[in-house]
């Protein structure tokens, strides 16, 4: 039987995924500019890892126990970079939609698109490598 505290363990290794490999097909598009595949690739990586980040945030929020003592310091950093990173990706896919919408692709605004992308993939790594932390040093879940 699943209990809804494997919620958040089962939904948080998607975004990372996704947004980090988003991102790698998105440094690829500046070597391979004729690949246009790796353009459309990495914009729905993006708005999809953004997804997953929401769903993986609220899981976390809504289903995850309290902790206390040194987990409980711990889990307060995880959440708090959770946070920037939920609040980065929105805004970095938002900015990336734009910039697609107003057909801006070419332009400088591609590289502040693929900045924000990477403080995204910075920010989910290190909420990432926070939470597994928790579950490894802590065993908390297991």
Known sequence: MISS????PMLVHFPI????????FDLLTLAFKKETWLVKASYWLEIIGMAGA??????GYFFTSPMEGEAG???EKHELFAT???ISI???????IVVTYLKKETTNLR?????LFFISVVLVSI???LGGTLVIDYMIGL
């Open 54 to 59: 929401v769903f993986a945030y609220g899981s």
């Open 5 to 8: 505290s494997h919620f958040h």
């Open 17 to 24: 995924a996704i947004i980090t490999v988003g991102f790698l």
């Open 127 to 129: 909420t990432g490598y």
């Open 90 to 96: 929105v805004i970095a896919t938002l900015f990336r």
């Open 111 to 115: 590289y502040v698109s693929l900045l």
């Open 84 to 86: 920037a990173t939920l």
């Open 73 to 75: 310091i711990l889990r």
